[in-house]
């Protein structure tokens, strides 16, 4: 999964296609709090109206932070920008490393990316690995929750059938998530969605290759076939900087007759403390705003939500 995945836990999700540039309030609450996970680091205070570029701020001092995991080299991570030999190409494909971001093209000032949604308070890149976008997977793997003879169960009142997806328990803060982690360089994000979800729902390091083998046959199916993008684009995250930010991709893949995920054994595995078939309904109480992404994904199945209709938009 995510080398430093400890930190996973704080992300959160906010539908930030909806709102324009002038609603910016809206996606910076999570990436302006203190202090910086995992650190006693205080980020300067952003006034909500100076959180935009575009507002002039002659005097804003943010406070300058990359943790010592990310320094000391890791794998996963970018060298310092001034690094000897370290010439990144923003806003492309960079080797193996992709640089491009989901909200399109971001500016770069004195060698630094600057975060497309605005101020943090931070700067540096606190516990990313990249300079300018970060790139995460969540795979949202679902199924009709059914009786013993195999007949879907509708909710009582709403007469909508239920679905479930397959959730696990985090380690590190002990909520309820889906699974996901970071994109490995060269990799496409179709292979991260599967590769996460085998790590952490079904165990696969743990696996030997027989094992392995006959998990990606009966995999293959499901995630082969047609798939729904929940949500693609900037995550409002506590560890988001001035210069490093969180991007993730949302794909539901749904098994329609349940035949593919019935035969496959559930089984926590990397981050993950334990995992689970979870009935969905807007009372799931899921960490950051993946309870956004699942909402989508029940819309988009005509599944059951909520017991109160509220109004229709």
């Known amino acids: 999964s995510f080398s430093n995945s400890s930190a996973n836990c704080w992300s959160c999700l ?152 397959v959730a696990i328990k985090r380690r590190d803060c002990g909520e309820w998530a889906i699974p996901g982690g970071m994109v490995d360089p060269g990799e496409k994000i179709s292979a991260t969605l599967k590769r996460e979800f085998e790590e952490e729902a079904l165990n696969s390091l743990q696996k030997s290759p027989e094992e392995k083998a006959e998990l990606e046959k009966q995999l293959h199916k499901l995630f082969s076939q047609e798939h729904f993008v929940v949500y693609r684009g900037y995550v409002d995250d506590p560890r988001n900087t001035d210069n490093a930010w969180m991007e993730t991709e949302a794909v539901n893949y749904h098994d329609e007759t349940g035949e593919t995920m019935d035969n496959l054994l559930l089984e926590a595995g990397d981050d993950a403390g334990m995992v689970k078939w979870v009935d969905i309904s807007e009372k799931l109480k899921l960490y950051a705003s993946h309870s956004y992404f699942i909402k989508l994904v029940t819309e988009k199945r005509g599944a059951h939500w909520s017991e109160d209709p509220g109004p229709e938009c």
């Open 14 to 165: 906010h539908p930030v296609n909806m709102f324009n540039s002038y609603n910016v309030k809206f996606y910076h609450s999570k990436a302006l709090t203190s202090p910086y996970p995992g650190s006693d680091v205080e980020r300067s205070p952003v006034p909500e109206d100076k959180v935009g570029w575009l507002t002039e701020w002659k005097d804003y001092n943010p406070v300058e932070y990359t943790a010592m995991s990310v320094l000391a080299g890791p794998n996963w991570a970018d060298p310092q920008i001034n690094d000897k030999g370290f010439s990144p190409k923003f806003n492309e494909r960079d080797g193996e490393v992709e640089r491009r971001s989901l909200k399109g093209l971001y500016v770069v000032v004195n060698g630094r990316p600057r975060n497309p949604v605005g101020r943090t308070g931070l700067t540096g890149r606190g516990l990313l690995g990249r300079w300018g976008p970060n790139h995460a997977a969540d795979p949202v793997v679902t199924r009709w929750k059914r009786d013993r003879s195999g007949n879907k169960i509708a909710h009582p009142v709403t007469g909508k059938n239920i679905l479930q997806f």
